[in-house]
């Protein structure tokens, strides 16, 4: 299997950033990490030899990028505005620097768009953002609305709210989306949602497919047993529907 380790000072983000690739050909799979993690937790996970065989055979061909997270949504120090300022960097290195990158190593016209717990967020905030960019998303675990105090997880911005969150948050924006030729792009796309059952942020997933419903947006929300948050399940899961 081709393996490329990739590293490059971002202007966007001001720093180096590292991805990985695996495979040489196929639909090319923009693959987000979940919270903090870095760009080798998706093989560390082994979900990349879970999909060995079609990427091996050129079906697929994955880019697994790394987070900022912790400079980010994570950020406890930084004032809620800094936290969204720095997420709208980083989807800035991903659209301007990722994505060229990714279509200068492979022509193929399918992208999907991926990502494992708040990974996951990145994916589809992405995907509905810029519909125009992605054949399908398929998305783990996620949580798509930050500002949600659920369990153990705060509220990510801690009570602020500005334009930036609300046009980084699916659950907040959609409801309002007008534009035709947007959902259009949307109606085209393969959505792929999987929760666990026990997973706090269940019904965030069922108020978001709730939402892609009534916007005529056809979408698949797949709900596995347990909480299904780990790589045991994301293993399963990735071998299915990616």
Known sequence: MNREYHKWWSEHLQRDMELLVFGHAGAKVL???SRLGRFYEYENLGIVKYLKDKIEQGHLQLYCVDSVDAESFYCGWAHPSGRIKRHVDFEEYILNEVLPFMHSKNPHE?????????????????????????????AFSGRYD?????????????????????????????????????????????????????????QNNEQLSSILLQKGINHQLLIWNDRAHTGYYWRRMAALYI
Not at 127 to 134: Q, S
Not at 176 to 183: D, Q, Y
């Open 31 to 33: 693959v987000f990490p």
């Open 110 to 138: 399918c992208v999907i768009s991926h990502g494992l717990s708040l990974g996951a967020f990145h994916a589809a905030n992405l995907a509905f953002r810029y519909p125009h960019l992605f054949k399908k998303l398929v």
């Open 146 to 202: 930050l500002t949600l105090a659920v369990e153990c997880f705060n509220d990510l911005f801690d009570g602020f709210y500005n334009e930036d969150i609300y046009f980084h948050t699916p659950s907040h924006f959609l409801p309002n989306l007008e534009c035709s030729l947007r959902l259009s792009q949307l109606r085209e796309m393969d959505i792929i949602l999987v929760i666990g059952k026990e997973d706090p942020f269940l």
